[in-house]
């Protein structure tokens, strides 16, 4: 890949990187932050994610979620129904049976 090509994939990268950072909590899907902040297709970005980090899109979403409810866990004294609400989890239950 050319280094020019490869510097604009990695900034679409960092790009969708600071979109999870500052929306994970809202439970965007992956066709959701392509089409609205990326202007890049899906398959695109899922081709660019796995390239710089070996994971798809939305298990780069499932993961930012999953350290904030880990950290929410620890050190706050919320209710784990009041966590997985405010992490966009419609489901405690299934939030739960992720721990």
Known sequence: ???AECAEKLKLFQRFNMLIESHFHQHWTVPGITLTNCHITESRLTDICRRF????PKRLIFDRQLREAKRLL???????NNIAWQLGFKDPAYFARLF
């Open 53 to 56: 980090a070996n994971r798809p």
């Open 1 to 3: 890949m050319p280094p």
């Open 74 to 80: 620890l050190f706050s004294d919320n209710a784990v």
